[in-house]
């Protein structure tokens, strides 16, 4: 099998902040109280005329100026979202545009929270299949403008931003260790919006342009799945957790988080989240805790970290990698 490696990474967050007091003005909740149950202080949100095409093209320049990266020979844009400008083009397409890249696959992948892990495992596939060689990975969401924010219980998680990654070949060493995919259909209710159809498992849901999901069932299941499946990771890569430097589950909330950690014995001062300051961003907040910890000089190369994603669907994904980042040839821009 031809061997990959994650070569460089970019991250964005909109300017705009949403503060927990700024909540305050809008819905019936209170700063202490949100902070109690979900961990979350502030949060990013896109401009009205700001898209996720144009966090993804800002978190793929942001990478590019980083690490110096030419993307001309990029052949596959693979875009992790749920929040598209558009059901149809593709976010990937537009950044195919927008970034001049002129003979390239582009497509975008729909995992919700999980989608950043499906899309590096697919890319990981296409290399490792010997049928690319150069892919950029995307997981970016604006579920801002799918908030409805008369929701106390919705509104004050989730926020905006995105996060890129280069899947390069490489001939000398593999950095994908692992993965463990699955779904459960039968919770599909749970986390949803509607769309052309209105029912899912003969369930009549609510019809409205915004997200709608029910916390404590998805928290459940959460619990009672998400730790069962990154033990069957952990088993069919023959690695422990002792041997794990650093845990990035997707930062849906601290109170979700903490229990999963329970339940592994996983210290959470090696668990890395992105939720305090950006909220759930949905597929970014994975790429995004990576970053912060790289930013803050925590996560170095040869650093194994094991990444976890979960969400609507019910869909999950683990991937375990080795992290081996080419150097850095600027400082990133502080967020």
């Not at 993804?56 to 400008?85: F, G, Q």
């Not at 950044?95 to 975008?108: F, N, V, Y």
């Not at 004050?156 to 994908?176: H, I, M, T, Y």
Request: with cysteine; charged share 25%; aromatic share 8%.
């Amino acid at each position: 099998m031809i061997g990959a490696k994650i070569s460089a990474i970019g991250t964005y967050v909109p300017e705009k902040r949403l503060t927990n007091s700024d909540l305050e003005q809008m819905v019936e909740t209170n700063s202490e109280w949100i902070i109690q149950r979900t961990g979350i202080h502030e949060r990013r949100i896109t401009r009205v005329d700001e898209f996720t095409s144009d966090i993804c093209v800002s978190a793929i320049k942001d990478l590019m100026h980083r690490y110096n990266k030419k993307i001309e020979d990029v052949d596959m844009i693979i875009v992790a979202t749920s929040t598209p400008d558009f059901p149809f083009p593709s976010v990937a397409s537009i950044i195919q545009e927008r970034l001049s890249i002129p003979q390239t696959g582009a497509m975008d992948l729909s995992a919700a929270c999980a989608g950043f892990v499906y899309a590096l495992h697919t890319a990981h596939s296409y290399i490792a299949s010997g049928l690319h060689k150069k892919v950029i990975v995307v997981g970016a969401d604006t579920l801002s403008k799918i908030t409805d924010y008369t929701d106390r219980n919705t509104c004050v998680l989730f926020g905006d931003g995105a996060g890129a990654v280069l899947v390069e070949r490489d001939e000398q060493a593999n950095s994908f260790e692992g993965f463990q995919l699955g779904s459960d259909g039968s919770g599909a209710q749970h986390v949803y919006r509607t769309g052309l159809s209105k029912r899912v498992n003969d369930i009549e849901l609510v019809d409205t342009k915004f997200l709608v999901q029910n916390g404590r069932e998805v928290f459940r299941w959460v619990v009672r799945n998400v730790p069962e499946n990154i033990e069957k990771l952990l088993k069919k890569t023959e690695i422990t957790l002792e041997q794990i430097d650093w845990f990035i589950p997707h930062s849906a909330n601290l109170r979700l988080i903490e229990p999963i950690c329970d339940k592994l014995h996983y210290p959470m001062d090696k668990t890395l989240y992105s939720l305090v300051n950006f909220g759930n961003t949905s597929a970014a907040t994975i790429p995004l805790s990576l970053d912060i910890g790289i930013r803050d000089g925590k996560v170095k190369n040869g650093d194994r970290v094991l990444m976890y994603g979960f969400g609507s669907g019910l869909v999950h994904a683990g991937q375990i990698l080795k992290i081996d980042l080419d150097e850095e040839v600027h400082v990133p821009h502080p967020f």
